[in-house]
Structures are given as structure tokens and as C-alpha cells.
């Protein structure tokens, strides 16, 4: 178990103080799982593979509300944030400048190659980009970045591949695709029901 996890759940600050509004003091941080879906995942009893020397790929970083936490849980080690959006980076360049551990990377995570030089191998891949072919997407970013035996949370939203579908079946299609994991779990999340965490362990 990561110490830098708490119950609630919450993480205990790399830098003192709120990041995004959330409530802040006495050595941590809330992490509601009504703002962030890995946090869901987490309250929901979800594997979290992430040791405090781990180096994480985070596709999609959005303006770092996630990110920050994982900052947090990662203290020994880094975070780079791939989002493919300026506005978003420049305010998580703001809410998180003064964290070492954290490389913002601005780039279209379906090419990995435009990130090569700045992302070395991580022990785990956490995605989440709300577009078409997220499972292709994670599975080109391992074949680049991920360790044999390193993880992938991969956040499915059942929408962005297709509306018409039950998203049931658009979870199981995407975990199917990831022909070079073990898949270990499909957390649908409670608060967000068009989405679901994919838990894989690398195996290529
Ligand atoms: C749902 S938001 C991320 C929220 C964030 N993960 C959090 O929990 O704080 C999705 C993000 O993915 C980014 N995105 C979408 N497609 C992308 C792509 N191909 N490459 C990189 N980022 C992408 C968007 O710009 C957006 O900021």
C-alpha cells in the first residue's frame, strides 16, 4: 500500500495546500471521488499500482486535478502529464508549478513518437482522453513507454466510442483490444456510469 494514500480517500501533500479548491491541512488532501474518476476507482476498493519511486504516463492531464494527486502518491518519483490541449496545460503549469516531480507535456497522446526524448519507461500508464480508440491509444503508449510487467488504468468512456452502444459491451470491446495485457479488472465507477477503470498488467 502507497503511505502516501490515505482513507477518505485523500494523499498526503507533496506541497503544502489546496491545489484546486479541494479541502487541505493537517497532512493531506481530499480527494473526492466526485471530481476525479481515479479517485472513484479508488473508493471503490480499485488496484492502484503505484509505488512512491513510480514513474507514470498520464495521457490526458487535463488542468491537473487528478495529476496532482498522483504527484502526491509518486513523491520519490515522476509524472509526466501528456495533454494535447493549451488551455488545460496552462492551468495545471499554474496549479502545480513548485512540484519537481511533475513534466507537463503538450502533445496528441495517439502519437506517441511526439513526446520521445522527453518520457522515459514508466511502471505505469494512467489514461484518460474521453476520445475514439482509447484501448488503440493505450496500447501504442505501452508498446513506447511501459516496462514489461508495468500497469494501465485506463479510464473507458463508453461515449466517446460510440453512443448507440451499451456501454457494457464498449468496456469488455476495449479491454478484449488490449492484446498485450492481462486484463485484471473492470470497475464500472459508481458516480460516472458512462465510464469504467481497465485494469491491466503488461505482458507483451
Ligand atoms: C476528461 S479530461 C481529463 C481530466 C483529468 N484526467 C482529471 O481527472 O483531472 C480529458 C482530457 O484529455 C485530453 N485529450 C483528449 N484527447 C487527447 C489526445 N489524443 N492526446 C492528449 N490529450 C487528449 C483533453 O484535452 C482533456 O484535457
Known amino acids: 500500500m502507497n503511505p502516501n494514500l490515505l482513507t477518505g480517500p485523500a494523499t498526503r501533500p507533496l506541497v503544502p495546500g489546496s491545489v484546486y ?71 495545471l503549469l499554474r496549479r502545480l508549478s513548485g512540484r519537481e516531480n511533475v513534466v507537463p507535456v503538450l502533445a496528441d497522446g495517439r502519437n506517441p513518437r511526439n513526446y520521445a526524448g522527453k518520457v522515459e519507461l514508466v ?11 482509447q484501448a488503440g491509444i493505450a496500447s501504442r503508449n505501452a508498446e513506447a513507454y511501459l516496462a514489461e510487467g508495468g500497469h494501465l488504468l485506463l479510464m473507458v468512456k463508453s461515449r466517446a466510442e460510440d453512443v448507440t452502444e451499451e456501454p457494457e459491451e464498449v468496456f469488455d470491446r476495449a479491454a478484449a483490444r488490449l492484446a498485450d495485457f492481462e486484463v485484471a479488472e473492470v470497475n464500472v465507477l459508481k458516480r460516472y456510469p458512462d465510464h469504467a477503470c481497465v485494469v491491466g498488467r503488461y505482458r507483451p
Not at 507514470?56 to 509524472?79: N, P, R
Not at 511502471?123 to 480508440?133: G, K, P, S, T
Open 21 to 91: 479548491g479541494e479541502g487541505a491541512g493537517r497532512g493531506r488532501r481530499e480527494w473526492s471521488p466526485g471530481r476525479s474518476k481515479l479517485a472513484d476507482h479508488v473508493a471503490a476498493g480499485g488496484e492502484l499500482p503505484v509505488e512512491r519511486d513510480s514513474g507514470v504516463l498520464y495521457l490526458g492531464a487535463g488542468s491537473g486535478t487528478t495529476l496532482s494527486h498522483v504527484s502526491d502518491l509518486v513523491d520519490e518519483g515522476v509524472v509526466y502529464g501528456v495533454d494535447k490541449a493549451y488551455r488545460p496545460l496552462k492551468t
Open 123 to 133: 511502471d505505469l500508464i494512467y489514461q484518460d482522453v474521453a476520445q475514439r480508440d
